[in-house]
């Protein structure tokens, strides 16, 4: 089916530091999402996208995060600086719709803030 | 507020027997209700889905869930699990209003042993 990528799939980075975390969404979709989940706890939505906006973001979203696609590469989601609470596994999603259409989900980043 | 509780975080399972993993859930509006699995190094697979109808919904490789709106619940079941069948298995409601977001379970790491 269709999948989802994202690169890398770990990366660890010092506390201060900008981290890019890359998004390769199924081809033909057009709405974006970022989830975190934090070791042992639930999965929990951040932002979604579309048309080069942002749609809705949660509180979860800090104002250190942008996301971004230009020219219809790579979704990304960009964070500066980071913080020892950025630590978790971050995973992008891509719908051919918006509203009820199926999300497809990417493995996940594993991002460790040292 | 809107919730979805997955009680067992681990389910150790023998190969061949039967296998339930409990979601219970809180929503006031209708809830459309999704089971994915994750197998390691990989994204979200969709196993099923319940939107509305017949509260019993059958999925891929063998998986079935049933709908109980009664007891807020949407319980994954599987009459004989394979040892291919270990992965962590997520519970997730999507609701019906604004963006239509998606909500997770903490997840259940599935386990199964010869």
């Known amino acids: 089916g269709p999948k989802v990528l994202q690169i890398p799939s770990h990366q660890i980075i010092d506390m201060g530091q900008m981290v890019t975390l890359n998004c390769d969404p199924v081809?033909?979709?057009?709405?974006f999402y970022w989830y975190k989940q934090i070791l042992g706890q639930q999965m929990e939505f951040l932002v979604n996208?579309?048309?080069?906006?942002?749609?809705?973001k949660s509180k979860l979203f800090k104002d250190q995060f942008s996301v971004e696609r230009p020219d219809g590469s790579y979704f990304t989601l960009k964070i500066q600086p980071t913080a020892l609470e950025d630590s978790a596994v971050y995973f992008c999603?891509?719908?051919?719709?918006?509203?009820?259409?199926?999300?497809?989900f990417g493995p996940g980043t594993r991002l460790t803030v040292l | 507020a809107q919730s979805v509780t997955q009680p067992d975080a681990r389910v150790t399972v023998s190969e061949g027997a039967s296998l339930q993993l409990r979601c219970k859930y809180s929503?006031?509006?209708?809830?459309?209700l999704f089971w994915y699995v994750q197998y390691p190094r990989q994204g979200l697979q969709l196993l099923l889905k319940?939107?509305?109808?017949?509260?019993v919904v059958q999925g891929v490789n063998g998986f079935e869930a049933e709908f109980s709106k009664s007891n807020s619940s949407f319980h994954l079941r599987k009459a004989s699990v394979h040892w291919s069948d270990s992965a962590v298995y997520f519970c997730?409601?999507?609701?019906?209003?604004?963006?239509?977001?998606?909500?997770f379970g903490a997840g259940t790491r599935l386990k199964v042993i010869a």
């Open positions: 999603a891509s719908s051919l719709t918006g509203g009820r259409a199926e999300q497809f």
């Open positions: 081809s033909n979709h057009l709405y």
């Open positions: 996208f579309y048309n080069g906006k942002v749609m809705e």
């Open positions: 929503y006031s509006g209708t809830p459309y």
């Open positions: 319940y939107y509305s109808g017949d509260p």
């Open positions: 997730v409601l999507r609701l019906n209003t604004g963006n239509y977001k998606y909500v």
